[in-house]
Protein backbone atom coordinates (compact mmCIF):
# COMPACT_ATOMS: atom_id res chain seq x y z
CA UNK A 1 0.00 0.00 0.00
CA UNK A 2 0.83 3.51 -0.25
CA UNK A 3 0.72 4.51 3.20
CA UNK A 4 1.20 3.17 6.53
CA UNK A 5 -2.17 0.91 7.45
CA UNK A 6 -3.54 0.10 11.21
CA UNK A 7 -6.26 -2.66 11.97
CA UNK A 8 -8.25 -2.85 13.64
CA UNK A 9 -9.94 0.57 13.19
CA UNK A 10 -11.42 0.33 16.57
CA UNK A 11 -11.69 -2.08 19.52
CA UNK A 12 -14.03 -2.55 21.93
CA UNK A 13 -12.59 -4.57 24.77
CA UNK A 14 -13.67 -5.54 28.15
CA UNK A 15 -11.43 -4.53 31.34
CA UNK A 16 -9.35 -7.25 31.81
CA UNK A 17 -9.20 -8.76 28.40
CA UNK A 18 -5.58 -8.62 26.35
CA UNK A 19 -5.50 -6.92 22.81
CA UNK A 20 -3.69 -6.69 19.77
CA UNK A 21 -3.39 -3.89 17.31
CA UNK A 22 -1.35 -4.02 14.09
CA UNK A 23 0.35 -1.52 11.95
CA UNK A 24 1.84 -2.36 8.58
CA UNK A 25 4.53 0.58 7.75
CA UNK A 26 5.54 1.98 4.46
CA UNK A 27 7.52 -0.47 2.33
CA UNK A 28 11.06 0.30 2.23
CA UNK A 29 10.96 1.78 5.88
CA UNK A 30 13.19 0.73 8.46
CA UNK A 31 11.68 2.86 11.47
CA UNK A 32 8.48 2.35 13.38
CA UNK A 33 7.04 4.32 15.89
CA UNK A 34 3.90 3.50 18.27
CA UNK A 35 2.31 6.55 19.94
CA UNK A 36 -1.09 6.78 22.08
CA UNK A 37 -3.13 9.93 22.13
CA UNK A 38 -5.35 10.14 24.62
CA UNK A 39 -8.80 12.58 24.27
CA UNK A 40 -7.88 15.98 23.21
CA UNK A 41 -4.25 15.23 24.14
CA UNK A 42 -1.29 15.42 22.05
CA UNK A 43 1.17 12.50 21.13
CA UNK A 44 2.39 10.53 23.63
CA UNK A 45 5.43 8.29 22.38
CA UNK A 46 5.98 4.43 23.26
CA UNK A 47 8.15 2.57 21.44
CA UNK A 48 10.35 3.08 18.63
CA UNK A 49 11.89 -0.28 16.13
CA UNK A 50 14.66 0.64 13.89
CA UNK A 51 15.97 -2.01 11.72
CA UNK A 52 17.66 -5.44 13.63
CA UNK A 53 18.81 -2.47 16.44
CA UNK A 54 17.16 -3.27 20.23
CA UNK A 55 13.92 -1.40 20.22
CA UNK A 56 13.81 1.79 22.44
CA UNK A 57 11.02 0.91 25.03
CA UNK A 58 11.38 3.63 27.16
CA UNK A 59 7.64 5.42 26.88
CA UNK A 60 5.81 1.92 27.61
CA UNK A 61 3.89 2.70 30.45
CA UNK A 62 4.09 -0.51 32.16
CA UNK A 63 4.64 -3.44 31.81
CA UNK A 64 1.20 -4.47 29.95
CA UNK A 65 2.49 -3.19 27.37
CA UNK A 66 5.01 -5.16 24.80
CA UNK A 67 5.40 -4.96 21.16
CA UNK A 68 7.36 -7.02 18.59
CA UNK A 69 8.43 -6.39 14.77
CA UNK A 70 8.84 -9.41 12.77
CA UNK A 71 11.16 -9.20 9.72
CA UNK A 72 11.54 -5.59 10.20
CA UNK A 73 8.08 -4.70 8.90
CA UNK A 74 4.77 -5.53 10.64
CA UNK A 75 4.73 -4.36 14.23
CA UNK A 76 2.31 -5.68 16.92
CA UNK A 77 1.54 -3.89 20.13
CA UNK A 78 -0.23 -5.53 22.81
CA UNK A 79 -1.80 -4.39 25.52
CA UNK A 80 -2.42 -7.10 28.32
CA UNK A 81 -4.76 -7.09 31.36
CA UNK A 82 -6.57 -3.70 29.41
CA UNK A 83 -7.06 -1.04 32.47
CA UNK A 84 -10.33 1.85 31.08
CA UNK A 85 -6.87 4.39 30.92
CA UNK A 86 -5.90 2.30 28.18
CA UNK A 87 -8.62 3.64 26.15
CA UNK A 88 -6.87 6.56 23.28
CA UNK A 89 -6.05 6.25 19.89
CA UNK A 90 -3.20 4.41 18.60
CA UNK A 91 -0.93 5.52 16.13
CA UNK A 92 1.83 4.01 14.25
CA UNK A 93 4.31 6.11 12.49
CA UNK A 94 7.07 4.91 10.11
CA UNK A 95 10.14 6.42 8.69
CA UNK A 96 12.77 5.67 5.83
CA UNK A 97 15.98 6.50 7.19
CA UNK A 98 18.17 6.98 10.70
CA UNK A 99 17.72 10.77 11.10
CA UNK A 100 14.58 11.52 13.10
CA UNK A 101 15.73 15.25 12.41
CA UNK A 102 15.54 15.10 8.60
CA UNK A 103 12.90 12.07 7.67
CA UNK A 104 9.31 12.65 7.95
CA UNK A 105 7.66 10.68 9.94
CA UNK A 106 4.34 8.82 7.92
CA UNK A 107 1.41 7.93 10.52
CA UNK A 108 -1.27 5.45 9.74
CA UNK A 109 -5.00 6.42 10.53
CA UNK A 110 -4.85 4.97 14.32
CA UNK A 111 -6.77 2.33 16.31
CA UNK A 112 -9.31 3.63 18.41
CA UNK A 113 -9.09 1.86 21.68
CA UNK A 114 -12.57 1.63 24.28
CA UNK A 115 -11.99 -0.62 27.30
CA UNK A 116 -15.36 -0.52 29.18
CA UNK B 1 9.59 18.66 32.14
CA UNK B 2 7.25 20.53 29.31
CA UNK B 3 9.49 20.47 26.34
CA UNK B 4 6.60 21.36 23.97
CA UNK B 5 3.98 24.04 24.66
CA UNK B 6 1.08 24.80 22.43
CA UNK B 7 -0.80 28.35 22.92
CA UNK B 8 -3.69 28.62 22.49
CA UNK B 9 -5.70 25.19 23.02
CA UNK B 10 -7.99 26.26 20.78
CA UNK B 11 -8.58 29.18 18.15
CA UNK B 12 -12.02 29.80 16.42
CA UNK B 13 -11.76 32.59 14.04
CA UNK B 14 -13.89 34.10 10.78
CA UNK B 15 -12.87 32.59 7.32
CA UNK B 16 -10.42 35.66 6.00
CA UNK B 17 -8.88 36.66 9.44
CA UNK B 18 -5.60 36.08 9.99
CA UNK B 19 -3.55 34.66 12.98
CA UNK B 20 -0.78 32.78 14.11
CA UNK B 21 -0.47 30.01 16.83
CA UNK B 22 2.32 29.22 18.94
CA UNK B 23 5.15 26.81 19.87
CA UNK B 24 7.39 27.35 23.11
CA UNK B 25 10.45 24.92 23.48
CA UNK B 26 12.75 23.89 26.28
CA UNK B 27 14.98 21.92 24.50
CA UNK B 28 18.66 22.53 24.30
CA UNK B 29 20.13 22.25 21.02
CA UNK B 30 17.57 21.76 18.80
CA UNK B 31 17.64 19.38 15.71
CA UNK B 32 14.29 20.08 14.28
CA UNK B 33 10.83 21.51 15.14
CA UNK B 34 8.45 20.19 13.18
CA UNK B 35 4.69 20.83 12.80
CA UNK B 36 1.99 19.00 11.52
CA UNK B 37 -1.84 19.00 11.10
CA UNK B 38 -4.15 16.30 12.01
CA UNK B 39 -7.83 16.22 10.99
CA UNK B 40 -10.44 14.71 13.11
CA UNK B 41 -10.36 10.51 13.15
CA UNK B 42 -6.68 10.39 10.97
CA UNK B 43 -3.45 9.94 11.68
CA UNK B 44 -1.05 13.41 11.73
CA UNK B 45 0.39 14.97 8.50
CA UNK B 46 3.43 15.80 8.07
CA UNK B 47 3.38 20.27 7.36
CA UNK B 48 7.14 21.15 7.88
CA UNK B 49 10.68 20.70 9.63
CA UNK B 50 12.35 24.04 10.75
CA UNK B 51 15.89 23.80 11.92
CA UNK B 52 17.83 27.70 12.82
CA UNK B 53 16.11 30.61 14.27
CA UNK B 54 15.34 32.74 11.30
CA UNK B 55 14.22 29.97 9.38
CA UNK B 56 10.79 30.53 7.96
CA UNK B 57 8.82 27.99 5.47
CA UNK B 58 5.24 28.03 3.42
CA UNK B 59 3.02 26.25 2.43
CA UNK B 60 -0.46 27.55 0.83
CA UNK B 61 -1.88 29.80 3.46
CA UNK B 62 0.01 28.65 6.04
CA UNK B 63 4.26 29.97 7.24
CA UNK B 64 6.28 28.59 9.98
CA UNK B 65 8.79 30.55 11.61
CA UNK B 66 11.33 29.92 14.04
CA UNK B 67 13.03 31.32 16.93
CA UNK B 68 15.80 30.19 19.66
CA UNK B 69 12.47 29.80 21.68
CA UNK B 70 9.55 29.22 19.87
CA UNK B 71 7.88 28.90 16.74
CA UNK B 72 4.88 30.38 14.96
CA UNK B 73 2.91 28.92 12.18
CA UNK B 74 1.08 31.70 10.96
CA UNK B 75 -2.45 31.25 9.13
CA UNK B 76 -3.02 34.01 6.47
CA UNK B 77 -6.66 34.23 5.20
CA UNK B 78 -7.88 31.14 6.23
CA UNK B 79 -10.60 28.87 4.96
CA UNK B 80 -13.01 26.76 6.72
CA UNK B 81 -11.02 23.49 4.87
CA UNK B 82 -8.13 24.87 7.41
CA UNK B 83 -9.76 23.89 10.22
CA UNK B 84 -7.99 20.92 11.96
CA UNK B 85 -5.29 20.47 15.03
CA UNK B 86 -2.21 21.53 14.76
CA UNK B 87 0.67 19.81 16.37
CA UNK B 88 4.19 20.98 17.02
CA UNK B 89 7.08 18.43 18.16
CA UNK B 90 10.47 18.93 18.81
CA UNK B 91 13.45 15.93 18.70
CA UNK B 92 13.65 14.61 22.31
CA UNK B 93 17.04 15.75 24.03
CA UNK B 94 20.73 13.73 23.75
CA UNK B 95 19.86 12.79 20.26
CA UNK B 96 17.39 10.36 20.77
CA UNK B 97 15.73 9.52 17.77
CA UNK B 98 11.86 10.30 18.71
CA UNK B 99 9.94 13.47 18.73
CA UNK B 100 8.52 15.06 22.03
CA UNK B 101 4.82 16.09 20.65
CA UNK B 102 2.91 19.58 22.18
CA UNK B 103 -0.79 19.09 22.99
CA UNK B 104 -1.67 20.81 20.25
CA UNK B 105 -3.81 23.99 18.88
CA UNK B 106 -7.63 23.02 17.56
CA UNK B 107 -8.23 25.53 15.01
CA UNK B 108 -11.88 25.97 13.71
CA UNK B 109 -12.18 28.14 10.95
CA UNK B 110 -16.01 29.70 10.40
CA UNK B 111 -17.43 30.10 7.34
Given amino acids: GAGVSQSPSNKVTEKGKDVELRCDPISGHTALYWYRQSLGQGLEFLIYFQGNSAPDKSGLPSDRFSAERTGGSVSTLTIQRTQQEDSAVYLCASRRGLAVSTDTQYFGPGTRLTVL | EDQVTQSPEALRLQEGESSSLNCSYTVSGLRGLFWYRQDPGKGPEFLFTLYSAGEEKEKERLKATL ?39 RLTINP
Avoid at chain 2, 85 to 93: E, I, M
Wanted: proline share 8%; hydrophobic share 35%.
Fill in chain 2, 67 to 105: TKKESFLHITAPKPEDSATYLCAVQAPRGAQKLVFGQGT
